[in-house]
């Protein structure tokens, strides 16, 4: 198991559903997500273009209220993907796999209109997932004689 995270970003583009071997369908989320915000002219953060693969019942929710713009919280495991593009070049591809837990936190259309940005007009669609991290109170845990330092 990888590194399972709860991942916020824009949605890069409009989600993009199509139907797969057994008569599946599989909607794939593009997610941009930043470090942080530049304060200064002279910072720079690198953008991470992150793949969701949203899967049936999930990607139901997804194909009707997402679309490009949109501020998504997301959670599940992180990869890193290795291929040669089409030209012979190395390239790495970041991807949250078994994603359970999605959410539209604010929408591009509201934050055009002035509304606010609460996520009132959000929702979420979120599954039960057997491989998932448990779930860990870590303020009922002592854990003075772990500190390495």
């Given at each position: 198991m990888g590194l399972y995270v709860y991942l916020t970003g824009y949605l890069a583009r409009d989600p993009e559903s199509r139907a797969v071997a057994g008569g599946k369908e599989v909607t794939r989320l593009s997610v941009a997500a930043s470090p942080g915000v530049a304060k200064e002219k002279e910072e720079n953060y690198?953008?991470?273009?992150?793949?969701?693969?949203?899967?049936?019942?999930?990607?139901?929710?997804?194909?009707?209220?997402?679309?490009?713009?949109?501020?998504?919280?997301?959670?599940?495991?992180?990869?890193?993907?290795?291929?040669?593009?089409?030209?012979?070049?190395?390239?790495?591809?970041?991807?949250?796999?078994?994603?359970?837990?999605?959410?539209?936190?604010?929408?591009?259309?509201?934050?055009?209109?002035?509304?606010?940005?609460?996520?009132d007009g959000g929702g979420g669609y979120s599954r039960s997932n057997a491989n998932a991290a448990p779930a860990n109170n870590f303020a009922d845990d002592d854990l003075s004689d772990e500190i390495p330092f």
């Open positions: 690198e953008t991470v273009f992150v793949q969701v693969d949203v899967w049936a019942p999930g990607n139901t929710y997804i194909q009707k209220y997402a679309q490009k713009g949109d501020l998504v919280g997301v959670q599940g495991e992180l990869a890193l993907r290795n291929y040669n593009d089409r030209d012979g070049n190395p390239r790495t591809q970041t991807e949250l796999l078994r994603p359970n837990n999605i959410q539209i936190l604010s929408r591009k259309s509201d934050r055009a209109a002035g509304a606010s940005q609460r996520g």
